[in-house]
C-alpha cells in the first residue's frame, strides 16, 4: 500500500489548510485510518483517527478545529484544519491499517507533509 499526503504549506495563524492521503496499491481492505504530526525535538503524536465505518476522534488540542474524514471509494483521507496555530507547525503523517494480500493486515505511513504556521 503506497500512501501519499498532500495539501501541507505555509499559512499564517488563524488560517486552513485540507490535507489529503491517497492510498493506492494492491489494497484488499483499509480498516482504520489517521494522522500524526511529529514536530521537531517531540514525538510522533496521533492528531485524528477515523474507522472505516466514519467514527472518530481527535487530540485534545486540535478538538473543534480540526475534522477528519474519509472517501472509503476513493482510498483517501482527509484533515480539515481551521484555526491554525503556530503549535500546530509539524510534519503530518498518513497511517492506515491495510490488507493487502495475501500478506496479513499490518500499518502503512506515508513520507509526510509539512505544515508550517508562522506568521
Known amino acids: 500500500v503506497h500512501l501519499v499526503e498532500s495539501g501541507g504549506g505555509l499559512v499564517q495563524p488563524g488560517g486552513s489548510l485540507r490535507l489529503s492521503c491517497a492510498a493506492s496499491?494492491?489494497?484488499?481492505?483499509?480498516?482504520?485510518m489517521g494522522w500524526y504530526r511529529q514536530a521537531p525535538g517531540k514525538q510522533r503524536e496521533l492528531v485524528a483517527a477515523?474507522?472505516?465505518?466514519?467514527?472518530?476522534n481527535y487530540a485534545d488540542s486540535v478538538k473543534g478545529r480540526f475534522t477528519i474524514s474519509r472517501d472509503n471509494a476513493k482510498n483517501t483521507m482527509y484533515l480539515q484544519m481551521n484555526s491554525l496555530k503556530t503549535d500546530d507547525t509539524a510534519v503530518y503523517y498518513c497511517?492506515?491499517?491495510?490488507?493487502?494480500?495475501?500478506?496479513?493486515?499490518?500499518?502503512?505511513w506515508g513520507q509526510g507533509t509539512q505544515v508550517s504556521v508562522s506568521s
Open positions: 496499491g494492491r489494497i484488499f481492505s483499509i480498516g482504520d
Open positions: 497511517n492506515a491499517r491495510a490488507r493487502v494480500l495475501p500478506q496479513p493486515t499490518r500499518d502503512y
Open positions: 477515523i474507522t472505516s465505518f466514519g467514527s472518530t
